[in-house]
């Protein structure tokens, strides 16, 4: 079955250190999303790209990075400037730049 | 500036209580409003895509419908298993919303039985 694939699903970090998060789809999809999603507050964009090796900052990327080097990843890093990154992050992707997305389950990362 | 607002936060109904849940946004021009159903610890599912004033569409007991201002999900004789989280994204025309969705704060809906 096409689908998201996001790992690990749980992931705790001690402060300072820098943690990546995978994304991986087989849907042949363009475009890959990153989003954070804390409580009480909408999803916020992390990184998008839209074609392999591009991908532009969201409205959140500060403390964050990210590689596109094959269509079918797109990795999270948390890096330690990342002031508060206990939250629940979420990966998605899309035909199109505008079409629907498609979301994989999550990865909800503690800091400790 | 773009914005997307959803209410209520909360909402709880009775099984079989019909009712509806507001999306409201402001955009310089509406490439589509979505409409997502997010079950707690889960990645969000897609359910509705609505493009233009007027346009409605359906699957089982919701019904999404769009005006120029704002989008209703109503949801009709509700069943304990509908009780999630709907969210609402909105992609917006101009350079700075480029493959970008706005989303609300979404509406958590519990169905009682």
């Known amino acids: 079955d096409g689908g998201i694939t996001q790992s690990p699903k749980y992931l705790f970090r001690k402060e300072g250190q820098n943690v990546t998060l995978s994304c991986e789809q087989n849907l042949n999809h363009d475009a890959m999303y990153w989003y954070r999603q804390d409580p009480g507050q909408g999803l916020r964009l992390i990184y998008y790209s839209q074609i392999v090796n591009d991908f532009q900052k969201g409205d959140i990327a500060e403390g964050y990075s990210v590689s596109r080097e094959k269509k079918e990843s797109f990795p999270l890093t948390v890096t330690s400037a990342q002031k508060n990154p206990t939250a629940f992050y979420l990966c998605?992707?899309?035909?199109?730049?505008?079409?629907?997305?498609?979301f994989g389950e999550g990865s909800r990362l503690t800091v400790l | 500036e773009d914005q997307v607002t959803q209410s209520p936060e909360a909402l709880r109904l009775q099984e079989g209580e019909s009712s509806s849940l507001n999306c409201s946004y402001t955009v310089s021009g509406l490439r589509g409003l979505f409409w997502y159903r997010q079950d707690p610890g889960k990645g969000p599912e897609f359910l509705f895509t609505l493009y233009s004033a007027g346009e409605e569409k359906e699957k089982e007991r919701l019904k999404a419908t769009l005006t120029k201002k704002e989008s209703f999900l109503h949801i009709t004789a509700p069943k304990p298993e509908d009780s999630a989280t709907y969210l609402c994204a909105v992609g917006a025309y101009g350079s700075s919303n480029t493959g970008k969705l706005i989303f609300g704060q979404g509406t958590t809906l519990q169905v009682k039985p």
């Open positions: 998605a992707s899309s035909r199109t730049p505008w079409g629907e997305l498609f």
